[in-house]
């Protein structure tokens, strides 16, 4: 793979990347138009969401930052691109264009004053894994084997002008009304910028090792302040294979089954005991160890998750609720769902919407046991998806809906059951986590 000496990283440079793209994307739709002449309908549809795909991640890609963050955010939903942008926007986990050398060590430099060669005994020049914000490089130091994360130059920097780009494509394929809707890119904006601070990544990093240092089947790494600094972070380094390698492989029934109690266990310790998430549950941040234990690699997003969010929607998770409509109700508009200026026609389309929901997505809560290798709890999730997607009335009524703390619980569980999907865990029990409440 080639590397990269520069990065975009002006409003104008990044923005004239995009709008490339855009016009390699208004060719593909002339190619497309002729297709269709010529074609099979679908076939011709299928090249064109191949072709944009291409176009798009290729120039996110160059971009990286933000820009590419939110194409490998959008990955993680398998049920809402055509799976041409999913298969594509996934490379963000980890197969994107790395740095040069000569980069590298400029920022070494900058940072340090040194470059890497003089701080650590060796240093590889080429990045063993390159994603969005960051790419890593392998290191010793007093017989130590290490992992040294190096972030993109100008990260941080362009967080607020690629938001600011990627709002009005977000808000048309989403529906987003502009009245209402700041407050979920100021979300994610901050989110955006914790991730981009490698001494808050560091502090969060060794406080999660610790707090969940008991689990069973799961490492961390150990953090080394003194190789690291708000664009340089430096761990151990971890020996596994990558979660998407690992699901490719022959693997036991009990072999990915303990796995996925592994994760389902760490993912409601967080929640549940915590109240803070690793809400950035894609393979990328995992690997497997020879000895199937799970070893978390990247605590660059958090959520902290208030009590008055947590209470809510737990209460919502337990079927007997849903099932009062008073209470349901109630619940709803505390979760900020329903709202004093909905109309008649909004109130009962959005109660009926999010009963639909939450009565699919919470029936592993409601369960003793839980078996995601279940292809048709998953297929009932994309027709649901789609058939919503549909609806007229959806795009006449304001869905700017729910609190700004949904954002980010629901992309972690979008995550966490696509990955316990891809493990075909089976027989997951669901409140295992009690175990190890201290």
């Excluded at 492989?249 to 089954?257: G, I, L, S, V």
């Excluded at 939450?358 to 046991?369: A, D, S, W, Y």
């Amino acid at each position: 793979m080639k590397t990269l000496n520069s990065i975009p990283t002006s409003k104008i440079g990044r923005a004239g990347n995009l709008l490339k793209a855009g016009a390699k994307v208004g060719i593909n739709y002339i190619k497309y138009y002729g297709e269709k002449l010529t074609k099979d309908e679908a076939e011709a549809r299928a090249n064109l969401h191949e072709q944009n795909a291409t176009d798009i991640y290729d120039s996110l890609k160059e971009l990286k930052g933000s820009a590419l963050k939110v194409a490998q955010m959008l990955s993680m939903e398998k049920n809402l691109l055509p799976a041409a942008y999913v298969d594509k926007f996934s490379l963000s986990q980890f197969s994107v264009p790395p740095l040069s050398a000569a980069l590298v060590r400029k920022t070494f430099r900058q940072y340090f004053g040194k470059n890497p060669e003089d701080i650590f005994d060796s240093f590889s020049p080429e990045s063993i894994n390159a994603a969005s914000i960051g790419q890593v490089h392998q290191a010793t130091k007093s017989g130590k084997k290490l992992a040294v994360k190096i972030q993109y130059p100008g990260v941080k920097e362009s967080i607020s002008s690629d938001l600011k780009m990627v709002k009005p494509i977000a808000m048309k394929m989403f529906n987003i009304r502009k009245e209402g809707s700041e407050k979920y890119f100021e979300e994610v904006e901050q989110k955006l910028f914790e991730e981009t601070d490698y001494v808050l990544e560091l502090k969060r990093s060794r406080q999660f090792a610790k707090d969940c240092a008991h689990l069973p089947n799961i490492k961390f790494p150990d953090y080394y302040p003194e190789y690291s600094c708000e664009k340089i972070l430096t761990m151990d380094w971890m020996d596994g294979i990558h979660f998407s390698e690992y699901v490719r492989k022959e693997q036991t029934e009990a072999d990915r089954n303990l796995l996925g109690q592994t994760f389902w266990d760490f993912y409601m310790y967080q929640l549940h005991v915590l109240r803070k998430l690793h809400a950035d549950p894609h393979p990328g941040n995992f690997l497997i160890s020879p000895n199937n234990e799970l070893l978390v690699i990247d605590f660059g997003c958090i959520k902290e998750i208030p009590a008055d969010f947590y209470k809510p929607y737990f209460e919502l998770a337990d079927q007997k609720n849903l099932k009062n409509s008073s209470l349901f109700e109630e619940k709803l508009y505390e979760l900020e769902i329903l709202t004093a200026e909905d109309s008649p026609e909004e109130k009962a389309y959005f109660k009926q919407l999010f009963y639909d929901l939450l009565e699919l997505f919470t029936r592993p809560f409601n369960v003793e046991r839980f078996d995601f290798s279940d292809e048709q709890f998953f297929g009932e999730i994309a027709a649901l998806g789609q058939q919503y997607a549909k609806l007229s009335e959806m795009r006449n009524f304001n869905t700017n809906r729910g609190s700004r703390h949904f954002i980010y619980m629901n992309r972690t569980f979008f995550g966490l059951y696509n990955m316990m999907h891809e493990l075909k865990a089976t027989h997951i029990t669901i409140n295992n986590f009690e175990k190890f409440k201290k």
